[in-house]
């Protein structure tokens, strides 16, 4: 079955630098890719996907790419804020499937 | 506007009881989704459904059961419960399409300790 992998698992920068969280996938077969946010104390909620046809994707200051070829996705956080500071979980799945697998998750710290 | 309600934020358990912990969905959602969430391992996947009365094993099924009578409802059901049991539950659905991509809402999430 499909494993995801994701590092680090601890992440401090400072406010305004960029932040990249990196995740390798197993499954060749897997062509859907969310990215969640988990503020504290709050439920994972979805802040960028992207498919297995596109390289890159990018809303605002959050990006996201994809290396088909050697199953490897990343999220980019760029100027990053305070409020940016959650825990964060790559996930893998396929189109119409049921199955999403997560990371083990990101806990970003940012310095104000 | 709350569309994934889980019914207990914070449980306390013996050992040996029989725990539920219950989810709704208000968005029609065909699929349902119970994940366990422990630091350092991310969600597991314990048990979804893609229909009503349907029930398919996730990738940590053991020790739990689940019911799903109604479209809107899923329950996790602890038959006897057990300290290594003791996580946060968080229930999710979604729109369940052919070729759509499976956007997750998350409930709250059930905190659940077994003493």
């Known amino acids: 079955g499909e494993n995801v992998e994701q590092h680090p698992s601890t992440l401090s920068v400072q406010e305004g630098d960029s932040a990249v969280i990196k995740c390798t996938y197993s499954?060749?077969?897997?062509?859907?890719f969310p990215w969640y946010k988990q503020e504290l104390g709050k439920r994972p909620q979805l802040i960028i996907d992207i498919r297995s046809n596109v390289g890159e994707k990018k809303d605002q200051r959050i990006a996201v790419t994809l290396n088909k070829t050697a199953k490897h996705f990343s999220l980019h956080i760029t100027e990053t804020q305070p409020e940016d500071s959650a825990v964060y979980f790559c996930a893998a799945s396929m189109s119409g499937g049921f199955k999403t697998i997560f990371g083990a998750g990101t806990r970003l710290f940012v310095k104000a | 506007d709350v569309k994934v309600t889980q019914s207990s934020r914070y449980l306390v358990k013996r050992t040996g009881e029989k725990v539920f912990l219950e989810c709704v969905q208000d968005m029609d959602h065909e699929n349902m989704f119970w994940y366990r969430q422990d630091p350092g391992l991310g969600l597991r996947l314990i048990y979804f459904?893609?229909?009503?009365?349907?029930?398919e094993k996730g990738d940590i099924p053991e020790g739990y059961s689940v019911s799903r009578e109604k479209k809107e409802r899923f329950s996790l059901i602890l038959e006897s419960a057990s300290t290594n049991q003791t996580s946060m539950y968080l229930c999710?659905?979604?729109?369940?399409?052919?070729?759509?991509?499976?956007?997750?809402?998350f409930g709250a999430g059930s905190r659940l300790t077994v003493l």
């Open positions: 459904s893609y229909d009503v009365k349907m029930k």
């Open positions: 999710a659905s979604s729109h369940g399409t052919s070729s759509g991509a499976n956007v997750l809402t």
């Open positions: 499954d060749s077969a897997s062509n859907y």
